[in-house]
């Protein structure tokens, strides 16, 4: 059974960094685009960030120069460097990993408030 946990996620001032983790069982990362998307209260789904398997990054206009996907291999992770974090990041950031031709997976969630 294949499932993706996200963490990392909380309350953040204005300015301020978090680091999102997604950790896979069932599937390896590497054999996977993974992505991390968004999604405000009221907003679509939108794609953040994402790595290819050959560790090819793509980033959204609006989180480029601020955020980072990186992927560690050992641990089956994939990660979500913010920093210079707006008020309007704050949504619910989730996790997705998908191989062409296949449905994605998708994991829970993580909510990130970015607020003084």
């Known amino acids: 059974q294949v499932q993706l946990v996200e963490s990392g996620g909380g309350l953040v001032q204005p300015g301020g960094s978090l680091t999102l983790s997604c950790a896979a069982s069932g599937i390896i990362f590497s054999n996977y685009r993974v992505g991390w998307y968004r999604q405000a209260p009221g907003k679509q789904r939108e794609l953040v960030a994402q790595?290819?398997?050959?560790?090819?990054?793509d980033y959204a206009d609006v989180v480029k120069g601020r955020f980072t996907i990186s992927r560690d291999n050992a641990k089956n992770t994939v990660n979500l460097q913010m920093n210079s974090l707006k008020p309007e990041d704050t949504a619910v950031y989730f996790c997705s990993a998908v191989q062409l031709g296949r449905s994605p997976y998708w994991g829970q969630g993580t909510q990130v408030t970015v607020s003084s």
């Open positions: 790595i290819h398997p050959a560790a090819f990054r």
